[in-house]
Nanobody
Framework: QVQLVESGGGLVQAGGSLRLSCVVF????????MGWYRRAPGKQRELVAT???????NYADSVKGRFTISRDNAKETVSLQMTNLNPEDTALYHC??????????WGQGTPVTVSS
């Protein structure tokens, strides 16, 4: 069973930065796409950023130029560096991986709160 453990969320003032990290356990054959999604209060879950095995990246328009996704295949981790945060970024951030053989897996989420 693949398990994801996220860390790095917290409370930050507008304009501040946070770095989220996600460690993948149990993906014995590696991972394909890795990424981050978020769910803001009262809203549907939305894609934030994804990164392929070849390091191709994809970002939501709302975070382009502010967030950077990266991965370390040797350590089975995916990170999200978030800068210039604003209150609209407040959400529960979930790590996502498409594990080889096992398929999609989600983390429990780490909360990010941005105060104005």
């Amino acid at each position: 069973q693949v398990q994801l453990v996220e860390s790095g969320g917290g409370l930050v003032q507008a304009g501040g930065s946070l770095r989220l990290s996600c460690v993948v356990f149990g993906s014995l054959f590696g991972t394909n796409t890795m990424g981050w999604y978020r769910r803001a209060p009262g809203k549907q879950r939305e894609l934030v950023a994804t990164i392929g095995k070849d390091n191709n990246t994809n970002y939501a328009d709302s975070v382009k130029g502010r967030f950077t996704i990266s991965r370390d295949n040797a350590k089975e981790t995916v990170s999200l560096q978030m800068t210039n945060l604003n209150p609209e970024d407040t959400a529960l951030y979930h790590c996502y991986v498409d594990a080889v053989y096992y398929g999609p897996a989600w983390g429990q989420g780490t909360p990010v709160t941005v105060s104005s």
